[in-house]
């Protein structure tokens, strides 16, 4: 198995990668809706800077799939959250599906 099968991805959410500050505020690309799995369980995860941050949803896409630190998410629900990190969970050659794990406020 090299990568998550596409029947599991069961979910859309939208992503709007963020590019950084601006004078009025945070900075987002165009939108991209991707298929997913999301898991809305709350846990505590390390953010890019080292601290333990509460997350409360986690999608499993597709690997590659681009979310960088601060973008904004729009979940299936309706609520619209941030990532707090993205981590690329590659099996190495084993059997088990590759995926990006996007963790979510």
């Given at each position: 198995?090299?990568?998550?099968?596409?029947w599991?991805?069961?979910?859309?959410?939208?992503?709007?990668?963020?590019?950084?500050?601006?004078?009025?505020?945070?900075?987002?690309?165009?939108?991209?809706?991707?298929?997913?799995?999301?898991?809305?369980?709350?846990?505590?995860?390390i953010?890019?800077?080292?601290?333990?941050?509460?997350?409360?949803?986690?999608?499993?896409?597709?690997?590659?799939?681009?979310?960088?630190?601060?973008?904004?998410?729009?979940?299936?629900?309706?609520?619209?959250?941030?990532v707090?990190?993205?981590?690329?969970?590659?099996g190495?050659?084993?059997?088990?599906?590759?995926?990006?794990?996007?963790?979510?406020?």
């Amino acid at each position: 198995m090299s990568q998550i099968p596409g029947w599991l991805l069961r979910h859309q959410i939208t992503i709007e990668p963020y590019l950084g500050d601006s004078s009025t505020g945070p900075l987002y690309g165009p939108s991209a809706t991707v298929r997913c799995f999301v898991d809305e369980q709350t846990r505590a995860v390390i953010s890019p800077g080292g601290e333990q941050v509460t997350s409360s949803s986690t999608a499993y896409c597709a690997p590659k799939t681009k979310a960088p630190p601060l973008s904004r998410v729009k979940l299936p629900s309706g609520r619209t959250t941030t990532v707090i990190a993205t981590v690329p969970r590659d099996g190495g050659g084993l059997p088990t599906p590759d995926h990006t794990e996007i963790q979510l406020t």
